[in-house]
């Protein structure tokens, strides 16, 4: 598997894509993690040119500390799908802005599960790939306290900053 990424020898979050080219979104995942402080790795896995490994990550996953899988794909993008149906741990997929129809067709392609295999997809895009981020910063804060109280913070620097921009007289 070509690992692009890595920041932590037992990464928390698993983040997968199925091309470089969804890397410039993805990236939008990886930041908030690093300010959440949460360990992750990133890798490209394809659905259709490299099916073997997305079976193999998707079966290791669990066993190597991985607790939450985020899935990055545009176009036909069956990668969160496929991995969810070859693992129990949740699976957040994040439909990349295809160039033919503005991701319309990755939301879609993730979207529409059928019951018994969940993928939480968000939106298309950057703003999707970085509530990604945030989502498995929630789903861990469950079991990691000092997860929850990085993400409180986040949160509450996120309000100060809007409240600051509120009053538009001065
Ligand atoms: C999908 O096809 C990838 O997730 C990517 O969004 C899209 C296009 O891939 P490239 O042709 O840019 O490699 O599998």
Do not use: W
């Amino acid at each position: 598997m070509e690992r692009i990424y890595e920041i932590s020898p037992k990464p928390l979050v698993g983040i997968i894509m199925g091309s470089k080219s969804d890397f410039e979104t993805m990236q939008e995942a990886m930041k908030v993690l690093e300010q959440l402080e949460i360990s992750y790795e990133a890798s490209v896995v394809s659905a259709h040119r490299t099916p073997d490994k997305m079976f193999e990550y998707a079966e290791a996953a669990r066993n190597r500390g991985i607790k939450v899988i985020i899935a990055g794909a545009g176009g036909a993008a069956h990668l969160p799908g496929m991995v969810a149906a070859k693992t129990t741990l949740p699976v957040i997929g994040v439909p990349v802005q295809s160039r033919a129809l503005n991701g319309l067709d990755s939301l879609l392609s993730i979207v529409q599960m059928p019951g018994g295999i969940p993928v939480a997809t968000v939106a298309i895009g950057k703003a999707g790939a970085k509530n990604a981020g945030l989502l498995a910063a929630s789903m861990l804060s469950t079991s990691y306290q000092e997860i929850a109280v990085h993400l409180e913070n986040y949160r509450k620097e996120m309000t100060d900053s809007v409240l600051g921009d509120c009053d538009l007289n001065e």
